[in-house]
């Protein structure tokens, strides 16, 4: 599953997109394309969802088929640009709605255990307007999530985070580079 998050089909994260998907695509992988903003899906969770929250015989209702295509994954791939130090909304909002109690995770004796352990290899491919230097002293909120949050649901054996940073300097080369970057780590993954 490639979990994309940026509305506009110009921009460098469109580009690493494509690249993902030709790259998994060209290994045999079948890949579930999940743009989010082609797809239309709402970020905002509504009371009625935030009530049921730990209701986990209810609680898959309003967002049942993006619980399946997760379910049914894999390999989750995040490609998405990283906006003042945190993730697109509609991302935000995905991991809200969708990564449940029951679903993500599960309470057992008031801790946390993963519910997502099929989901063998995680990655996320991001762009930062920033320098990295500016992301650590942020304390890279994303970073922090894939790599502690999304990987104690899902264990994987692969996990790999792949970021652009100082996105507003870099020329047409280092986008180049990065793009080949990301095309070789998705050969590997």
Known sequence: MVLFAHPCGESFSAALHVRVLETLRARGWEVDDCDLNAE???????????????DTDGNI??????VDRLRRAEALVLVFPVWNFGYPAILKGFFDRV???????????????????????LAAV?????????AFLAGDPPRRVVKRALWHVTRPRRLRYLALYDMNRADAARRGRFLERVGREMEAL
Do not use: K, M, Q
Not at 40 to 54: M, W
Not at 61 to 66: K, L, N, R
Not at 126 to 134: F, P, Q, S, V
């Open 126 to 134: 991001t762009t930062y307007g920033g320098t990295r230097r500016r």
């Open 99 to 121: 990564f449940l109690p029951g679903v993500s995770f599960r309470l057992e004796e008031g801790r946390v255990r993963p519910n997502l352990t099929h989901i063998r290899r």
């Open 40 to 54: 239309g899906f709402d970020p905002v969770l509504s009371a009625a969802e935030r009530r049921g929250y730990h």
């Open 61 to 66: 209702d309003p967002v049942a088929s993006y």
